[in-house]
């Protein structure tokens, strides 16, 4: 598990496609700290075992499932990534529950600067609208960031200083496409209520009907 707050951006140091899937090292020299063969580091959101560990690079697998379903094939040496180690029992959980199980590859359309911060739109496939809500958290590229605002098929961010210089997100071109994981959270209420209520969306009736209101 992970908290979506980025440590630090590495870089791709080697991609090797082994058939239909790939192998990657990345050289990273904050989350190399303390980290042993088997630990889960997050890679762009992607939560990836560590291999081969050494001060300042890690080496990782990456299945044909993940290759599929995010952006890590796109990936090239020199791409700059997002690293976060997963969390302990004594971690601050200063983002939100991030499993590093992306569900979507999303669509980076462009970010506006006003002063400091920047207003980052991102587009979205329609199967994980559902999962999205203003003011909810969203992890994008891994990084932990809440809904400003929220159309049909896109969704903003303001994104602090802080977090523009520390990840890809300064990086990304318009149409270049990004990982997205929604609040798992609210994929157990959608599961709870289906249980409850068969065949059903949610509103405020089917809430009603399972006893949530």
Known sequence: ????????????????????????????????EGTVNGDSIAVNGVCLTALDVAPGSFWADVSKETLDRSTLGGLAVGSPVNLERAVTPSTRLGGHIVQGHVDARGRFIGAEKSGDFWTVRIGFPADIAQYLVYKGSVAVEGISLTVANLAAEHFEIAVIPK?????????????????????VVAKYIERMIQARVPDSRITEETLRKAGFI
């Open 163 to 183: 977090t523009w210089e520390m990840t890809n997100l300064s990086s990304l071109k318009a149409g270049d496409p990004v990982n997205l994981e929604a609040d």
């Open 1 to 32: 598990m992970f908290t979506g707050l980025i440590e630090e951006l590495g870089r791709v140091a080697a991609f090797e496609k082994r058939g239909d899937h790939a192998r990657i090292r990345i050289d990273a020299r904050t989350v190399t």
